[in-house]
């Protein structure tokens, strides 16, 4: 066992460094880098000024100074402007990855302009006082240069916010799917099974995005809606109640729900056809008893898997329900960050969740394992 | 001219029918699943003499009860749409829609028609209509293929064009007639106006258009990607399967919406990025026929090298055409005879890129299960190849589960194209899939329900459709 989740954690860190660095990658393509030069510094600038920029603060290598005289005093033509600036692949992003991850010191630099930028400086840090590695090893999550802040308290005031979000989520969620599982699966083909069943296959045919518009539409809408609850989120950042915050949440438990019920269904259907369910409805077992004690416990295994595995699913509804009832947590930082391109923020992001993907994997494997004593890892 | 209501002079007779029969219909259903909790419903039970016995009692009278009710429901549901499909407005808005569809209709009823007749020739497809499950997702999705393939060739259903705005009918509930309609152009908004003064209707049934043509298609190319690594991975296992599944589990662990944000925005389609992935994931389809038939034919090179023409030389055409685009990165190709318009092709790849590890680990599983068995082994024993036992001897028999998963998938792959078009990516704005119209709906949702409603209804018919459908072909493969 020690040996499997000591594999299962070093193929994890594998792939949470193989996925930080195709983001790294993508957020650092020339395009990119060009429009968040432009926004930061002003929309008019020229093509070596958009590179000097970028050079000056540790995106790009430096031009070649002859070439930046030549272009300054306006004697290079269009052409050799274009082929001097390097727009394609350059490496010195495997060097701003190792700063970004806190292996390699971060870089110093007396810019063209003459001033000095050092990445560990934060804005108005001294830079002689600037710690020479700084990175996510060394808890420093960047800079966001979208709301101007540290990357990481953001990520950590918005992750609370989330946090709250998805346990009403869960404690909405796994108890009415397992309950709507055990009920559909328990007498396969009845009445009960056959319309559990067509809700839960409704439920997984309706995104979070249609949902949401359905419910906002029958339950908070000033038009013609009963009105029940608010269609906005937004108050419940700081004061949830039922009214503002159980449509958002309903919203993601729902898409997820009916895909656990449908689980849990077919575990328990398959369980409830087992011969010692058999054995003990043949000893005269009250089907009451044969349900909750020699049954309910073997079926829920395979539920557990799939409900570890719904978290990647429920990231997703999330970022969509969040931007629907204005709900200000990470999902809603996600659409900010890859909106604006705000690359340390967006690495942070993908940091925590593609953690959270790949931990609740991890949980998944082992909680069967530990579950199913018929399954061994060795 | 006056404004439509829901059901016109229909309304007067059916309306107040509907109105008891749907609450009573409910009450029954609810009675009936609260009253099998304490009760086993048996159903009906043969008794040795031929005769049969019934459930009695509450429990046989509920059930009864829901049938008839059911029954006389659809009845009444028929009866909205066939006599409002021949009244047109006279019926209200629901008679206009349903005159609308009526080539739909028609399509609709000679398809079920020809294939209950023909059920029994016709293997999984006819056996689909057995399951009433089957077949209520069967008429939900040949409803849109029909929507879409009228609307696309002959321009049938719609009833305005779906860019053009007339003025006055901003945010316009259903039902308006259009203010100073020309001879010619339909007088109403059958389902009112949007923000910008376009006809709801007729948007909603053209998204059926974009749906239509990019998530089957998406789904197919994912499949092929899918297969054709899925394939050697289950059945080598060792070090390819390793290196494999890692990739996949590396795609599969990225959050979907950060994906589409890194591969959509305008930056990186400017930097190539899509086309890239293209020439890479279109590939895919040319690999698996020219394996499939290499594999078949290897032995009679005549036939072989004709089939590989007649397949190969085609889909070249089209895979360069497709790839290749003027004033992109890749313009190599002198026989460009059509392009693909550069959002369609961005959201086309994003979707079959997180697409195809799903797929690639399903088949991967079925390959693992299916070599085990006896005739993998006896055509090992007669010496066939690696890719003939895998193309000819375990794909069809992993095709059960395949079928049941492409529908479903081609469902999620809907949803996908609608979470593009919720974040406004990659489709232009202006575009009528049902993603960007509920996108542009839900800003002015709390007072003006229908522009974002209709296309949420819609999406959510078709993907229910293609949920059901699975389900009747996974019900009914089981049992084959």
Same mark, same amino acid.
């Given at each position: 066992m020690g040996r499997f989740i000591l594999r299962r954690t070093g193929v994890l860190i594998l792939t949470a460094l193989c996925l930080t660095f195709i983001v790294f990658l993508l957020t650092n393509l020339y395009p990119n880098l060009e429009k968040l030069a432009k926004s930061e510094?002003?929309?008019?600038?020229a093509d070596h000024e958009v590179a000097t920029f970028l050079s000056n603060n540790g995106y790009r290598s430096a031009l070649d100074p002859d070439f930046l005289a030549k272009v300054r005093s306006g004697q290079a033509t269009d052409e050799e402007i274009e082929a001097g600036i390097n727009t394609g692949f350059d490496a010195r992003i495997f060097r701003n990855y190792g700063e970004w991850l806190g292996i390699v010191p971060g870089y110093v630099i007396e810019g063209t302009d003459g001033t000095t930028r050092a990445r560990?400086?934060?804005?108005?840090?001294d830079i002689a006082d600037a710690p020479s590695f700084c990175g996510i090893l060394q808890g420093y999550w960047g800079w966001s240069t979208v709301f101007k802040d540290e990357a990481g308290s953001i990520i950590g005031t918005r992750l609370a916010l989330t946090g709250k979000l998805m346990f009403w989520v869960m404690l909405l969620m796994v108890p009415s799917a397992l309950i709507i599982g055990v009920l559909a699966g328990?007498?396969?083909?009845s009445a009960t099974d056959r319309s559990l069943s067509t809700v839960s296959i409704t439920t997984t045919a309706t995104p979070e995005y249609v949902s949401g518009v359905l419910f906002i539409a029958v339950f908070?809408?000033?038009?013609?809606?009963?009105?029940?609850?608010?269609?906005?989120?937004?108050?419940?950042?700081?004061n949830a109640t039922f009214e503002n915050f159980f449509l958002p949440v309903l919203t993601i438990a729902l898409y997820g729900m009916g895909y656990i019920a449908r689980m849990t269904r077919a575990s328990m259907a398959e369980v409830m056809t087992a011969h010692y369910v058999r054995t003990a409805r043949l000893k005269g077992v009250s089907f009451r008893n044969i349900v909750l004690k020699h049954a309910l416990r073997n079926a829920l295994i395979a539920p557990f898997t799939v409900i570890m595995l719904q978290f990647p699913w429920l990231l997703n509804g999330v970022v969509i329900v969040e931007t629907l009832f204005n709900y200000k947590g990470f999902g809603w930082v996600l659409v900010q960050a890859a909106g604006n391109n705000d690359i340390e923020l967006l690495m942070g992001v993908s940091v925590v969740s593609v953690f959270v993907v790949l931990v609740t994997q991890l949980i998944s494997d082992i909680g069967y394992v530990y579950l199913n004593p018929r399954i061994s890892v060795t | 001219m006056e404004k439509l209501t829901w059901? $016109?002079?229909l309304g007067a007779v059916l309306d107040p029918i509907f109105m008891i029969l749907v609450p009573v219909f409910l009450t029954v259903i609810i009675l009936r699943v609260v009253l099998s909790f304490f009760e086993p419903d048996v159903g009906i039970q043969p008794n040795p003499d031929g005769t049969a016995n019934a459930t009695g009692g509450i429990w046989g009278l509920t059930r009864t009860g829901s049938n008839w009710l059911g029954l006389a429901m659809l009845v009444l549901l028929l009866a909205y749409l066939v006599i409002g499909a021949v009244m047109g407005t006279g019926a209200g808005i629901i008679g206009g829609i349903s005159q609308q569809f009526l080539p739909v209709w028609i399509a609709l009823i000679a398809t079920f028609a020809v294939s209950i007749r023909y059920k029994t020739r016709l293997g999984l497809y006819g056996k689909l209509f057995d399951s009433v499950i089957g077949m209520i997702g069967f008429a939900l999705v040949m409803f849109w293929v029909y929507t879409a393939l009228f609307t696309g060739l002959?321009?049938?259903?719609?009833?305005?064009?779906?860019?053009s705005q007339v003025s006055s009918?901003?945010?316009?509930?259903?039902g308006t007639p259009v203010a100073r309609a020309d001879e010619g152009?339909?007088?109403?908004y059958l389902l009112g106006g949007d923000n910008l003064a376009r006809d709801v209707f007729s948007r909603m049934v053209k998204g059926s258009l974009v749906v239509m043509a990019i998530a089957p298609l998406a789904t197919l190319f994912a499949f092929m990607v899918g297969i054709t690594l899925g394939l050697p991975a289950g059945y080598y296992g060792g070090k390819l399967d390793t290196f494999l599944s890692f990739l996949a589990n590396l795609i599969l662990a990225f959050p979907v919406i950060l994906l589409f944000y890194l591969l959509v925005t305008p930056e990186i389609v400017a930097a190539g990025l899509p086309q890239y992935m293209a020439v890479v994931l279109f590939f895919f389809p040319l690999v698996f026929m020219a394996v499939l038939i290499h594999s078949r034919y290897r032995t009679q090179p005549k036939k072989n090298y004709t089939w590989l023409a007649i397949t190969l030389i085609p889909m070249f055409l089209i895979y360069a055409a497709s790839i290749n685009a003027d $004033?992109?990165?890749?313009?190599?190709?002198?026989?460009?005879?059509?392009d693909i318009p550069g959002g369609i092709l961005v959201v086309f790849v994003s979707v079959v890129f997180v697409n195809s590890p799903t797929v690639f680990r399903i088949v991967r599983g079925l390959a693992m299960d299916i070599k085990t068995r006896d005739y993998v082994s006896a055509a090992q024993t007669r010496g066939e190849r690696p890719w003939y036992i895998m193309l000819w001897e375990i794909l069809p028999n992993a095709r059960g589960p395949l079928i049941v998963d492409f529908c479903l998938r081609i469902g999620y792959t809907t949803i996908l194209l609608g979470t593009l078009g919720f974040f406004g990516? $990659?489709?232009?704005?202006?575009?009528?899939?049902w993603g960007t119209t509920i996108n542009d709906g839900r800003r002015l949702l709390s007072i003006y329900l229908h522009p974002a409603l209709v296309p949420a209804i819609a999406l959510l018919s078709l993907v229910l459709g293609l949920n059901l459908l699975a389900d009747g072909l996974r019900e009914q493969s089981i049992r084959d």
């Open positions: 510094g002003n929309f008019r600038m560990c400086a934060t804005p108005g840090m328990m007498r396969e083909g908070a809408s000033s038009a013609v809606g009963l009105k029940w609850f608010k269609g906005t989120a937004t108050s419940a950042m700081d | 059901t $016109g002079s002959f321009d049938l259903v719609s009833t305005h064009d779906p860019l009918m901003k945010n316009k509930v259903p152009t339909y007088p109403y $004033g992109s990165k890749i313009t190599f190709w002198p026989l460009d005879f059509f990516l $990659g489709l232009p704005p202006e575009s009528p899939d």
